[in-house]
């Protein structure tokens, strides 16, 4: 007997018939001997539709007042499709009770629609567990210090299922989604790309955080802190399938040390066409400029990725970095406004028609000759790299968006990722 929590996405839970589905699965769990915990998203559609409501009455605005009722309306959703499972429990004869964030309490801070997570009182649940009941616990939602409802984030259900597991000391975090795992990247870009049985923490981190958007970042650091194991599977498969069959499918999200991991030095192939570049040319090259050109723009709240600066001629010097795309012309503006006329620069060039292409593999820690391998097929496409990025284990390349596709599809191919490792 096992503590399972389950997180079923808003495709699962999209109708009464899906939610019917669902219950039945969870169903076979907790008849199966396991005390289960199950957090529902909203049912699809709805955070939106609800969300869309308040900007036809008006438009939206970063105001706390109007925020904090952003998030008092859109947790609704969540309570909805929660009650919805267990009344559909209770159908199938199972004891069910759905809680809320604040009835749990979830205790996270008061900034809202991106609240985090600060605390969870597991008391009242696993009461509830004890006299053999299955809890729902709404995805997405919270209640911070002054009891006001607060909400985690688009996606943010994922990360409510992982807390919850890690405050529990859950067996395991079972993620069901619309895909059946994580793939070496998107199949709609390469037909070819394959599940993955397994991947690291980090290289889930990379690859969520360059737009495999299967999983909320926040739930993929979430579990490593607390190393929470965590599967990501269909919810699409037939309720009745083996559960022994059930439990092994889809992608699980290891830790490093564990040994059954896939031993590839290439994992995947991340790619995002959010980001924009931006060069100062013409940098007097002295001291402080780094801080100059992005503490200004860190001071007005915009994240900064990919970063180089060239060797100087002449004292001077060019510095390049990238930013979100929505906030390019902030950034620009800012840059000439404010920070060119003190630094001497000579001018602020940028490009938003730039992608990222990433590969990630916790095996390029111990193997050279990755990144190279990887300016090399793209160099054979006739690919020109503007910029480059490394961690320990990942490698990122700056090129023109309309390559996109093609350096991926050869990338994939090269490192021989439809394929799994012996
Ligand atoms: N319902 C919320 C959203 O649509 C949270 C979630 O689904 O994870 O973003
Ligand atoms: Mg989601």
């Known amino acids: 007997m096992a503590l399972i929590v389950h997180k079923y996405g808003g495709t699962s839970m999209g109708s009464t018939d899906r939610i019917r589905n669902v219950a039945k699965r969870v169903a076979k769990w907790a008849r199966a001997g396991h005390q289960m915990v199950v957090v529902p998203s909203a049912m699809s559609g709805e955070t939106n539709r609800l969300l869309a409501l308040a900007k036809e009455l008006a438009p939206a605005k970063e105001t706390e007042s109007y925020s904090r009722e952003l998030d008092m309306l859109a947790a609704t959703g969540e309570q909805a499709s929660s009650a919805l499972l267990a009344i559909a429990l209770q159908a199938e004869g199972l004891e069910s009770v759905s809680y809320a964030g604040w009835q749990v309490p979830i205790r996270t801070n008061s900034a809202y629609t991106k609240a985090r997570i600060e605390s969870i009182e597991d008391t009242k649940v696993r009461a509830d567990l004890e006299a053999g009941r ?9 209640l911070d210090e002054l009891g006001n409802i607060t909400t985690l984030g688009r996606g943010g259900s994922d990360t409510s299922a992982v807390a919850v597991a890690a405050a529990m000391k859950a067996d395991e975090c079972l993620i069901y989604t619309d895909v059946d795992g994580v793939y070496t990247t998107d199949p709609r870009v390469v037909p070819e790309a394959r599940r993955l049985k ?151 060039v940028g490009d938003t028609k730039i992608c990222k292409v990433s590969i990630v ?48 599809r050869a990338l994939h191919k090269a490192f021989e990722l439809e394929q799994a490792p012996a």
């Open 134 to 142: 299955v809890v729902i616990v709404t995805g997405f939602q919270g």
């Open 198 to 348: 397994t991947v690291s923490f980090e290289e889930m981190l990379e690859m969520a955080s360059m737009g495999s958007k299967v999983l909320q970042i926040r739930s993929v650091e979430f579990a490593g802190k607390y190393r929470v194991k965590l599967r990501v599977l269909s919810s699409f498969t037939p309720w009745d399938i083996d559960i022994n069959e059930e439990a092994a499918s889809g992608t699980l999200i290891t830790f490093e040390e564990d040994e059954h991991m896939e031993q590839a030095i290439v994992s995947g192939i991340a790619f995002s066409r959010d980001e924009a570049k931006i060069s100062v040319l013409g940098v007097p090259d002295k001291p402080g400029i780094a801080y100059q050109i992005l503490g200004a723009v860190a001071d007005a709240n915009i994240e900064v990725d990919v970063i180089i600066q060239n060797i100087s001629k002449d004292g001077k010097t060019d510095f390049s970095f990238t930013v979100n795309r929505g906030d390019y012309a902030k950034t620009v503006d800012l840059l000439k406004e404010e920070v060119l006329p003190k630094l001497g620069a000579q001018e602020v």
């Open 361 to 408: 593999g916790i095996g390029m820690r111990s193997h050279v000759g990755v990144a190279s391998k990887m300016f090399r097929v793209l160099s054979e496409e006739g690919i020109n790299i503007q910029m480059i990025s490394t961690s320990e284990i990942k490698t990122s390349v700056v090129i023109d968006e309309k390559y996109m596709e093609l350096a991926v």
